[in-house]
């Protein structure tokens, strides 16, 4: 049977499956499966063992729960709530503070549990009820919060971009450290959007009144809460930039330093510990398994010559090599809408990646423009998970309508900065670069 005709049918089957609601893991490991069995008979099965073995025993592996306990730790910790404390008796003063200061903390959030979800969910119930009894826009509030939740699978460390690596040939450290300028860069785009808003139109984010405000002894004492947490996510990096650990070994220093801040403020008890444990436990077993699954199904779609198939098709196109990777972006973008970011990289990144590298693009590159995509994804209407986390919290009087209407602005400011990491690739590449080997 013809390649492309196997392609489509493969594909074609995998995405019916898919729209049932099948859990992602079972859709591709029956169909791995199934495609050995037919193709190579049972005893080629095995082989999907091989490789569930071989994958879940890499480097980046022993890294992902490491990174996955550290981010359950500090969530429990409650370093959420004191952050935001802590921001808005140093930022409220200002027009649009709060908002500024939500994307602030926000950002600070994604890099301490690299998760889109837990930065929505633990802002959405600190900062909306006090930006809405301060007569901040509606718009202003609801844009704000999913846009900085977002950041997460941006800043490192990154689960999502643990996944992208795991897939791929990209050095998990040195993507983690191509995040960090374009992740800077979003959210000092979003900070800025919401003061030139405030400052034009001062009734969208009203500052807090002069007699509401606390002295700068106050403000010390609430930073003083944050200060931990921070340290130690610059401690991780660290590590893994100037070449004194391998991420595997920063997870396990920050898991440890994780634990240390939460016994330092006092949070860490045998339930909270015994909850960021179980926690851990479920997310890494869930990934390890849709990982393999993707391994597995990767295995399948190499024997039937899809990734040749397609990576010749495209390379014979009349199109210029930066036209195909506009066209694989565009693909994942609109993947996006409707699938979760995972289930979005363990099928279509090893199918694309290898395009990449035929085409002789920078893999870094690739990989973080790759997650960028995804980010944009999760909060484009109509279906962006991360619009979904923020309606899950059932605020009154907020539609998915009033959602959809205050995200735009930020995933305006999420397309360009993308457009400028595509076009000036030294943004994703130089820090990187720059690593002590």
Not at 228 to 252: D, K, M, N, Q, R
Not at 273 to 291: D, E, N, S, V, Y
Not at 410 to 421: E, T
Request: hydrophobic residues 60%; contains cysteine; neutral net charge.
């Amino acid at each position: 049977m013809d390649v492309g005709l196997l392609s489509i049918i493969v594909l074609g089957i995998m995405l019916i499956m898919l729209l049932t609601g099948l859990p992602v893991t079972f859709v591709l490991l029956s169909l791995s499966v199934i495609g050995f069995w037919y193709l190579r008979g049972l005893p080629a099965t095995s082989s999907i063992g091989l490789g569930f073995f071989s994958i879940i025993t890499t480097d980046i592996f022993i890294a992902l729960p490491t990174f996955i306990f550290m981010a359950t730790v500090l969530e429990m910790s409650g370093l959420g709530a004191a952050m935001y404390d802590m921001m808005h008796k140093w930022m409220a003063g200002l027009r649009g503070g709060l908002a500024m200061g939500t994307i602030a903390i926000a950002t600070v959030m994604a890099a301490m549990t690299g998760s889109a979800a837990t930065a929505t969910l633990t802002l959405g119930l600190l900062a909306y009820p006090e930006m809405e009894r301060r007569g901040y826009d509606k718009r202003m509030i609801i844009g704000a919060i999913p846009a900085g939740g977002s950041l997460g699978p941006l800043i490192p460390p990154s689960v999502p971009m643990i996944v992208v690596a795991a897939v791929s040939e990209i050095s998990i450290g040195k993507l983690f450290i191509a995040g960090i300028i374009p992740g800077i860069i979003t959210s000092i785009g979003y900070m800025a959007y919401i003061g030139i808003r405030c400052w034009k139109n001062p009734g969208m984010g009203p500052p807090l009144p002069p007699e509401e405000r606390v002295n700068f002894s106050e403000k010390m004492k609430a930073l003083r809460v944050s200060i931990l947490p921070i340290l130690l996510i610059f401690l991780v990096l660290g590590l893994i930039y100037l070449g004194i650990a391998t991420p595997s070994e920063a997870g396990g220093v920050g898991a440890v330093g994780a634990l240390m801040c939460a016994a330092i403020y006092r949070n860490l008890n045998l339930k909270n510990l015994q909850k960021a444990t179980t926690t851990a436990i479920r997310i890494t077993a869930m990934l390890m398994w849709l990982l393999a699954a993707g391994a597995a199904f990767s295995q399948l779609i190499g024997v039937l010559g899809v990734q040749d198939y397609l990576r010749d098709l495209l390379l014979s196109l009349p199109v210029q090599p930066w036209a195909i990777i506009v066209g694989i972006l565009f693909l994942v973008f609109i993947l996006g809408m409707f699938i979760d970011a995972t289930p979005i990289t363990v099928i279509f990144l090893p199918i694309f990646y290898p395009i990449a590298m035929a085409l002789d693009f920078d893999l870094l590159w690739f990989g973080l423009l790759f997650t960028m995509d995804l980010l944009i994804g999760i909060m484009t209407p109509p279906f962006g998970m991360v619009l979904f986390y923020f309606k899950g919290l059932n605020l009154p009087g907020v539609t998915m309508m009033d959602i959809y209407r205050a995200i735009v602005p930020f995933f305006l400011i999420m397309m360009v900065v993308m457009v400028l990491v595509f076009l000036i690739p030294e943004l994703a590449v130089w820090l990187p670069n720059q690593m002590i080997k």
